[in-house]
């Protein structure tokens, strides 16, 4: 329930005239966490400064564009594609991109890179057949998506 500043500002006037917790948390028909979140808020100093509650929503701003980051990422994968997003991450920072190592699970997730030769199952095969005919199928689908973002930014840009 949502409850007005007026409202909160009753309570705790009523708490610094009976000096009892429980009994305003009865009278109002409150629970003590909530008494006591608003209690931690309240600026005695500024009695009448009005008691808002706050936004729950992060407010740190991700970067929208992490597209070089994705390539330096895909490169990299490459090199090693049975690295997970902690080593990646790590190499990363190691050549100066500083990026964390949920950041870069959210790149893989975005880009959908698996390791070419087991496909993230984890059955990594010796032939090398197999081997060859997935990385070629991995550079495609990397060219195809390229193609794709080069062809949606020029739409856009029109």
Known sequence: MEYLSKERRGWL???QNTGNIAKTCREFGISRSTFYKWLKRYDSTAPSK?????SKRNRTKRKLDRSQDMLILAEMNMKDPTWGAGRLAAAMRSYGYPISRATVGRLLTRIRLSCPICHGRNQHLVSSQVLNRDIQAFWLKIE???????FAVAGIGK
Do not use: G, N, Q
Request: no cysteine; proline share 7%.
């Open 13 to 15: 006037a009523h708490y």
């Open 144 to 150: 195809e998506r390229k193609a794709l973002r080069d």
């Open 50 to 54: 009005p008691l808002r509650s706050r």
